[in-house]
């Protein structure tokens, strides 16, 4: 067995570490709990609107997580569920959720897209296509496990 990763993965390991230490700092400076930022951040990634089961898929997030961030969120007034099938719900912003998630989540990725912005279109192609394939790499490797 071993436990010793390579300095490539030390380094790739500590910059995801710094990259969740720089959200989790925006969360805090906005008022927010990482994982409401995290409900919030992706239901503006889709509109004002999400299916509970693509929240927790998209997010990364435990199913428990997220049903904790959202009902706090749902008594806070920022957002309800409504049914979107026999067996699926729609997270939907209310409309002071709306405006919180404008302040809170579209403020980052407004950030976000500011940073990607002042790259060069190939360095962002690259770096998401070499993402994407570490992705695709490590799901088949994780089907052997």
């Known amino acids: 067995m071993n436990c010793n990763p390579s300095l490539i993965m030390k380094r790739y390991n ?76 729609n997270v939907c912003l209310t409309k002071a959720g709306i405006h919180l998630a404008g302040q809170t989540a579209g403020r980052v990725i407004q950030i976000e897209n500011e940073i990607f912005a002042s790259w060069p279109q190939e360095d962002v192609q690259n770096y998401l296509g070499l993402t994407e394939a570490f992705l695709r790499a490590l799901q088949e490797k994780a089907k052997d496990l």
């Open 14 to 89: 500590h910059l995801i570490g710094e990259i969740d230490a720089a959200y989790h700092e925006m969360s805090l400076k906005l008022g927010l709990s990482d994982s409401a930022m995290i409900v919030l951040y992706t239901i503006c990634d889709n509109g004002t609107s999400c299916l509970l089961q693509d929240i927790c898929r998209r997010s990364g997030l435990s199913k428990q997580t997220v049903n904790s961030a959202i009902r706090k969120l749902e008594s806070d007034g920022i957002l309800y569920l409504e049914s979107a099938g026999q067996k699926s719900k």
